[in-house]
T-cell receptor, first 115, second 113 residues
Framework: EPEVTQTPSHQVTQMGQEVILRCVPI?????FYWYRQILGQKVEFLVS????????KSEIFDDQFSVERPDGSNFTLKIRSTKLEDSAMYFC?????????????FGPGTRLLVL | AQKITQTQPGMFVQEKEAVTLDCTYD???????LFWYKQPSSGEMIFLIY??????QNATEGRYSLNFQKARKSANLVISASQLGDSAMYFC??????????FGAGTRLTVKP
């Protein structure tokens, strides 16, 4: 069964460093998403991406964040200058369509720790 | 205002019994989708079940069913014949129209042998 994959599974970085989190969505899906989950808290939406552009973003997704689909398979989240509070699990998700009824399938997550 | 409310931070159930996890939502949209995800201790988010706002019948997927009460704006997850492997965090989520998906705070289910 096709699934969303994410690399790395864990990343430790120093405050102020840039990190790139990678995702390979399900191949026939057209909508891509990033979410984060701070330890012990709820899952929070960051950004959605369709047709090579951001379709929606939350207030969390400020100028330090960017997303890119550099080729036909990868979808990346870049955090430019990491802060301690960026420590979280970051989930990539994808869906076939973008409507209310479209199920989003999540990757296994990347656990980011900023020291 | 909270869009999705899960009032049970933790629940316990005896193995082989059924359990209901509560979820209420707030929306003025006519078109929305309701989702339940399971998050085991390993951290991944596993899709369980979906209910559309226009669906007249409650969704079912194996041992999972969704008790959808539109007038009450509730979408409770029922797990029948609980298994030890059902122990996990369970998140209710809603998507209104094309907007982003909002998650509840989650319920930690523990299945006791």
């Amino acid at each position: 069964e096709p699934e969303v994959t994410q690399t790395p599974s864990h990343q430790v970085t120093q405050m102020g460093q840039e990190v790139i989190l990678r995702c390979v969505p399900i191949s026939n899906h057209l909508y891509f998403y990033w979410y984060r989950q701070i330890l012990g808290q709820k899952v929070e939406f960051l950004v959605s991406f369709y047709n090579n552009e951001i379709s929606e973003k939350s207030e969390i997704f400020d100028d330090q964040f960017s997303v890119e689909r550099p080729d036909g398979s990868n979808f990346t989240l870049k955090i430019r200058s990491t802060k301690l509070e960026d420590s979280a699990m970051y989930f990539c998700a994808s869906s076939e369509g973008g409507g209310a009824g479209e199920t989003q399938y999540f990757g296994p997550g990347t656990r980011l720790l900023v020291l | 205002a909270q869009k999705i409310t899960q009032t049970q931070p933790g629940m316990f159930v005896q193995e082989k019994e059924a359990v209901t996890l509560d979820c209420t939502y707030d929306t003025s949209d006519q078109s929305y989708g309701l989702f339940w995800y399971k998050q085991p201790s390993s951290g991944e988010m596993i899709f369980l079940i979906y209910q559309g706002s226009y669906d007249e019948q409650n969704a079912t997927e194996g041992r999972y069913s969704l008790n959808f009460q539109k007038a009450r704006k509730s979408a409770n997850l029922v797990i029948s014949a609980s298994q030890l492997g059902d122990s996990a965090m369970y998140f209710c989520a809603m998507r209104e129209g094309d907007n982003d998906m909002r998650f509840g705070a989650g319920t930690r289910l523990t299945v006791k042998p």
